[in-house]
């Protein structure tokens, strides 16, 4: 069984990182979601000032603020689009 998924953060017109990663947590505007690999289909929205965490499939550990964004989860793959 897969024990990662594609993630690809993106700030406004740049790539923060692309990659494999194990886990992904946001605060979306429903409130606090985790995403391990074959998470089922999302989409949100970011909540305003929210820390979005993640770890690489390395198991380094890192943490994004963002101000707003949108999260998309589909096909075991995660983009995330923030400001």
């Known amino acids: 069984m897969e024990d990662s998924f594609q993630l690809k953060i ?10 494999k990663a ?3 947590s ?7 979601i985790g995403f391990e690999a074959m998470h089922e289909g999302f ?7 929210s820390i979005l965490g993640f770890k ?6 890192r943490e994004l603020t963002v101000n707003w964004g949108v999260l998309l ?11």
Not at 56 to 61: L, N, V
Request: overall charge negative.
């Open 10 to 19: 993106l700030e406004e017109d740049k790539t923060v990182y692309s990659g």
């Open 22 to 24: 194990k886990y992904l």
């Open 26 to 32: 946001a605060v979306t505007s429903s409130g606090s």
């Open 43 to 49: 989409a949100g929205t970011l909540a305003s000032g």
């Open 56 to 61: 690489t499939k390395d198991g380094e550990s």
């Open 73 to 83: 989860f589909h096909d075991n793959k995660c983009t995330v689009t923030f400001a």
